[in-house]
């Protein structure tokens, strides 16, 4: 039985970071394992111009504990006034990695994204022309449409229709968590990705309702049926570069997640790792970890793989329940199951 395994130093291709005392205390546990993140620009007002972004990024850079080895990858949030002429600039000077699609109030701080597609066609055209990734939060937010099938129409009647009318356009489906989606990423050969978080790797829906409500188990896209989760984990683990980590780690304190109207979100940060290698285990793919969580992501951002390693040793993890932060505690998610692997 392997006792160790050493892979390149994994990214992190969707992560959220907040701001403030929030981003302090959460920063120091993704830089300790990543090496590089994607930061969600959904702050509150949002992260919509390259300056905004030059911005937060010294924010975060300056929040840093010392000696980390850590780039953030800043993304904009689309809006129907952004500027085609703004993201260009912004991604010429190397400051953007993407730019990030949500759809008017599907999940946290989502006011200011979008309701009219045919608004941001010229962004789009842009961000084709240049190479610049289109990240989506794929659910539409139809009152009408059930929850749990919102991913799987957002791909029939937002996604396929915006790649349909952008053909050159590169797009990272973010959180996948549905079969839908991964079979969609799979009839497309190039130019299309997706991203899997840890969370999705280990519950469904019933986690979140049965023998009474978890909230610490609510986020969006939330998880869904048995089906979708095994779907999740047949992708992730399969060696195919078109899936990669995204673990969405998105902090909220208990406060605001333990209300009758409680914030989406699963804070994954502290032990991602641990749980990717316990479920890469249960799925006898441990070799296809580094695949997944180091290699495939950098190939589809067309960057170097990282050359520092992190190595994973067979002892218990440990993890705390809760961080503390000045806002107040927040909670680790919870993969009830012994986690027998460390980060060294
Ligand atoms: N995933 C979540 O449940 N929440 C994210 C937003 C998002 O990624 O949709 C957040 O910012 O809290
Ligand atoms: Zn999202
Ligand atoms: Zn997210």
């Not at 959904?42 to 010294?58: C, E, I």
């Not at 840093?64 to 600039?89: C, I, K, Q």
């Not at 009408?144 to 050159?168: M, N, S, T």
């Not at 399969?238 to 899936?243: E, L, M, T, V």
Request: hydrophobic share 40%; glycine share 6%.
């Amino acid at each position: 039985m392997c006792q160790s395994l050493t892979i390149r130093r994994p990214d992190d291709w969707h992560l959220h970071l907040r701001d403030g005392e929030m981003l302090a205390a959460v920063l120091p546990h993704s830089a300790a394992h990543f090496a590089r993140a994607i930061i969600m620009p959904n702050l509150v007002p949002p992260v919509v111009t390259g300056a905004d972004a030059a911005a937060y990024r010294a924010r975060i850079v300056a929040a840093l504990p010392e000696g980390a080895d850590f780039t953030p990858l800043m993304t904009l949030y689309l809006t129907e006034d952004t500027d085609p002429e703004d993201v260009a600039a912004a991604h010429a000077q190397g400051l953007i990695s993407a730019v990030k699609l949500y759809p008017a109030g599907a999940t946290t701080n989502s006011a200011s994204g979008v309701t009219d597609f045919d608004r941001v066609a010229p962004v789009l055209e842009k961000m084709a022309e240049i190479g610049l990734p289109l990240c989506t939060h794929g659910e539409v937010t139809d009152p009408a449409v059930d929850i749990f099938d919102r991913e799987a129409v957002f791909i029939e009647k937002v996604l396929d229709p915006i790649r349909r009318r952008h053909p050159g356009l590169r797009v990272v489906m973010e959180h996948i968590t549905t079969k839908d989606a991964a079979d969609y990423v799979r009839s497309v050969e190039t130019g299309l990705g997706a991203t899997i978080t840890t969370h999705h790797l280990v519950i469904n829906r019933n986690h979140i309702l049965v023998g009474g409500i978890k909230p610490h188990y609510y986020c969006l896209p939330v998880a869904k049926r048995e089906q979708h989760r095994l779907a999740l984990r047949a992708a992730a683990t399969s060696g195919d570069a078109r899936f990669f980590l995204g673990t969405d780690s998105a902090p909220h304190t208990d406060a605001n997640k333990l209300l009758p109207c409680g914030c989406a979100g699963c804070f994954t940060a502290p032990n991602t790792m641990s749980i990717l290698a316990e479920v890469f285990e249960q799925e006898n793919a441990l070799d296809r970890l580094e695949g997944f969580a180091s290699l495939h992501g950098p190939a589809f951002y067309d960057m170097a793989p990282n050359e520092a390693t992190l190595t994973l040793t067979r002892s218990p993890a440990r993890y705390p329940e809760q961080i503390e932060t000045a806002e107040g505690p927040v909670t680790v998610f919870d993969p009830m199951m012994p986690l027998n692997w460390s980060v060294a």
